[in-house]
């Protein structure tokens, strides 16, 4: 009798457990507040001199900006054949109200290419200029991010 009662005690305990290390373990939690996410860009909005004058809606190529603990990806659609590569991975650093990316890798099949040319043009299409973006960041919340540089003002809708 005590040895069934100990059994089901201890039957219990490994339920309980097995429930919390679950719960706790399948996600990290969002680091990062409301840029955490999958982002759709809208429209890249390119600047001349201190002017904003030329928008570029690229709602329709499907250009997706995701944002996970330290990692940022830009994952495109039709874009491909302009970038050569559907996926792109970087880091960024995010504070306040500033956002930096930098260390630009192309993902490709087995290996991936850290982009190290500061004249590159490649990802110009995304309002990057370069290997790296300082962004300020104009708006965010649930549903809206507005990001601005000196080269770029970037409009993504959560996805």
């Given at each position: 009798?005590?040895?069934?009662n100990m059994k089901k005690?201890?039957?219990?305990?490994?339920?309980a457990a097995a429930i919390?290390?679950?719960?706790?373990?399948?996600?990290?939690?969002?680091?990062?507040?409301?840029?955490?996410?999958?982002?759709?860009?809208?429209?890249?909005?390119?600047?001349?001199?201190?002017?904003?004058?030329?928008?570029?809606?690229?709602?329709?190529?499907?250009?997706?900006?995701?944002?996970?603990?330290?990692?940022?990806?830009?994952?495109?659609?039709?874009?491909?054949?302009?970038?050569?590569?559907?996926?792109?991975?970087?880091?960024?650093?995010?504070?306040?109200?500033?956002?930096?990316?930098?260390?630009?890798?192309?993902?490709?099949?087995?290996?991936?290419?850290?982009?190290?040319?500061?004249?590159?043009?490649?990802?110009?299409?995304?309002?990057?200029?370069?290997?790296?973006?300082?962004?300020?960041?104009?708006?965010?919340?649930?549903?809206?991010?507005?990001?601005?540089?000196?080269?770029?003002?970037?409009?993504?809708?959560?996805?």
């Amino acid at each position: 009798e005590i040895y069934k009662n100990m059994k089901k005690h201890i039957a219990y305990i490994i339920s309980a457990a097995a429930i919390l290390f679950s719960a706790v373990s399948c996600d990290k939690l969002p680091e990062n507040g409301k840029l955490d996410g999958m982002w759709q860009i809208m429209s890249v909005n390119y600047a001349h001199g201190s002017e904003y004058d030329s928008l570029v809606d690229i709602k329709s190529q499907k250009v997706y900006l995701s944002f996970q603990l330290k990692l940022a990806q830009i994952r495109t659609g039709t874009f491909s054949n302009e970038v050569q590569t559907d996926v792109i991975l970087s880091r960024f650093k995010y504070k306040g109200s500033s956002l930096s990316l930098y260390n630009f890798y192309r993902k490709r099949f087995a290996e991936d290419q850290l982009l190290t040319d500061s004249a590159t043009t490649s990802l110009r299409c995304f309002g990057i200029d370069g290997i790296s973006a300082d962004f300020h960041i104009d708006k965010l919340n649930g549903s809206e991010m507005q990001l601005s540089s000196d080269y770029a003002r970037i409009i993504c809708h959560k996805f």
